[in-house]
Structures are given as C-alpha cells and as structure tokens.
C-alpha cells in the first residue's frame, strides 16, 4: 500500500523559509520520480520540484534559485526546502509519486499515481 504523507506548511512572513517533508511508505522512495505540486484554490495543481531516483532535480521557473528538493533515502522522505518565500508562494502543498518512471519528465498530473493529503503554505 503506498502512502505519501505531507508535513511542515504553516504561515510565514515574506522573505521567511520553511521545509516541507514528504514521507513515503509502501515502496522505496529512490526507486522513482517524485514530484512536489502546489494548488490555489480554483486554479489548476501546477508543478514545482520534482526528483528522480538518481537525485537529480527540476524546478519550476517561479522558483528557482529560491527551492531546493531533496531525499534522505534511509528515512524515506523527501524534501521541499523552500527560502525568500513570496506570497504568490501561498497554496497547498502536495507531493506525489510516479511508480512508472525512474526519471521525473512531465508537470502532468496525471502521470503521478498516489498523492499526498496536502499541507498548506500561507506566505504574508
């Protein structure tokens, strides 16, 4: 059973940092591509960072230079360290993963099969 579990939203400043956590059960999170999305409310879930089993990253332009991802494989959890955040930053926060590539390669939702809960960014 796979399970994707979100933590660490909350409510900062601009200019302030957080790190969110995304932890993984039910397979090894450095088998396969993980993805970290973020999505306002009425507007579509757009995608931000994402990680290949390999460890290499990909980031969205708008936050770039700004975001970091990463994985500790020994706890099965991957990371979104987000700095100098900006409200526009505000949104949910979502991981996922794609159990059918090893390689991160599309923004598209629904390549992405097991989501997580969320957790909620608000940047003021």
């Known amino acids: 059973h796979v399970q994707l579990v979100e933590s660490g939203g909350d409510s900062v400043q601009a200019g302030g940092s957080l790190r969110l956590s995304c932890a993984v059960s039910?397979?090894?999170?450095?088998?396969?591509?993980i993805g970290w999305f973020r999505q306002v409310s009425g507007k579509e879930r757009e995608g931000v960072a994402s990680?290949?089993?390999?460890?290499?990253?990909t980031y969205t332009d708008s936050v770039k230079g700004r975001f970091t991802v990463s994985k500790d494989n020994a706890q099965n959890t991957v990371y979104l360290q987000m700095n100098n955040l900006k409200p526009e930053d505000t949104a949910m926060y979502y991981c996922?993963?794609?159990?059918?590539?090893?390689?991160?390669?599309?923004?598209?939702?629904?390549?992405?099969?097991?989501w997580g809960q969320g957790t909620q960014v608000t940047v003021s």
């Open positions: 990680i290949d089993s390999d460890g290499g990253p």
């Open positions: 996922a993963v794609d159990l059918t590539h090893s390689s991160c390669y599309t923004w598209n939702t629904a390549t992405y099969q097991h």
């Open positions: 039910g397979y090894p999170a450095n088998k396969f591509c």
